[in-house]
Structures are given as structure tokens and as C-alpha cells.
């Protein structure tokens, strides 16, 4: 066992003594005592959705991506403010009960095949530097809200993203991007027998990633019931549910 420097035992009491003295700020907009304040919370309930080819009910997100959805989203999955992954949980539920997915398997006859929610995965160096997996949170929540519902419902990370990638996101563009990911977003773990996936991640941008989990999927013979995200990046019309 390695004793603290006295160094370090005065940055972590300097720090406790932060978190008493000085309160946080709302992850979106810094108002002060909040995780989330109303209004930051607000612009994650509108529910939005727009069609990608081989997701059957579509892609909805809970909020525009706009400053401070975009600020509560980065200081969450790439700042480690873990403290508002409660307030995601709840965001991204409220997503799911206002798209009525619930409702819609027992109508559908879904009812029979068990929902497998799957998050999609980050790079293995994005996983690295977070130290952690971001989107499982949310994956569980939709889990356990699903299961309330009466849908037979899991949880499995059975996407990765094997090999090396190349350039960043930003430098490569929509087509950069489908090629950049392409085959590299694998099926790993054992699908589900019968049923569907439904996906879940932070934000959706060009949806290029989310085209190529649905394209793995299928290669594999497993339905996209639907996705979910926190926050969508789109200049393209998108639709209340
Ligand atoms: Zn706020």
C-alpha cells in the first residue's frame, strides 16, 4: 500500500472542501445547485425522431443538440460529472414512454421475443480515456423501465468496435465517416434468439455509426426495433412521435 504525499492528501482535502464551500452548477447551463436545472431539462423532452433504413420505428432523441444540451452531454461523458447520469437515465426513459414503445410491442406482437437494449460502443481509446462506459447507464434504465412495462427486456453490450479507426470524426466528413467505421463495428456475445434490439447512445450526428450497427446487426439476422439518443446533431426535418 502507497501512503498519500502530503501533497496530495491536502489537493484531496482542498477538493472536499471545494465540493462544501463552493455548489455545483447545472451540467448544461452552470445555474448554481442544480445537476440539471428545469429549463436545461426541458430542452431534453422533446422526443424527436427521424428514419434511418433498417431501424423498424426510427431513431428518437430526447433534445436538439444545441449549447447547452451539448454542454450537459460533454461535461457528463467526457468531464466525469457522473453526477448527472441519474438525471440522463431519467431523460432518455421519458424518451422511450413518449415514443410509446412499450405500448407498441404488446400491440405489435413483439410481446412473444425478448428486447435486447444494447448500447452502441465507443472506440476502444475513447474507452480508455473516460475509464468507463458512458452509455450503459442509460441502456439500463430503459432496461429496467421496459421490464416495469412488462416487456421482457435485457441488457447486452454484444457491440464493439474492433481494429483501428483513422482519422478523427470531425476531419473525415459523412462519407469518411460510413468508411472509416466501416467493419469495424462487429457482433460480439451471442445474439438474441428471437425478439429485437433496440439502441442506445449519447447523440446522433450523421448517423453513420448507428447505419453501421444496424447493418451488423442485420448480418446477423437481428431486428432494430428502434434507437435512442440524448440529443440529435440535424439539419434535416425531424418529427415529434
Ligand atoms: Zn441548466
Redesign the pocket.
Known sequence: MRYLTSRETFAALFREICDVVIPRG??????PD?T??D??RLRFSQCLVRSIPGIDRGVFSAGRYGA?TRRAILQWKDHGDEEVTADMCDIICRCVRDSGLASRLHVGGNGSGRIVVVPVPSTPASLHRRGRRHVLPLAKAIRTMLRNGGVAADVDQILSIAGRLGKSVQQSGVAGRLGRLEGHIRVCGRPPDDGGVVLVDDIITTGSTMRQCVRALREHGIPVVAAYTLASVTRRAVSRP
Open positions: 447545472c451540467a448544461g447551463c452552470d445555474r442544480e440539471l436545472c429549463e436545461c447547452e
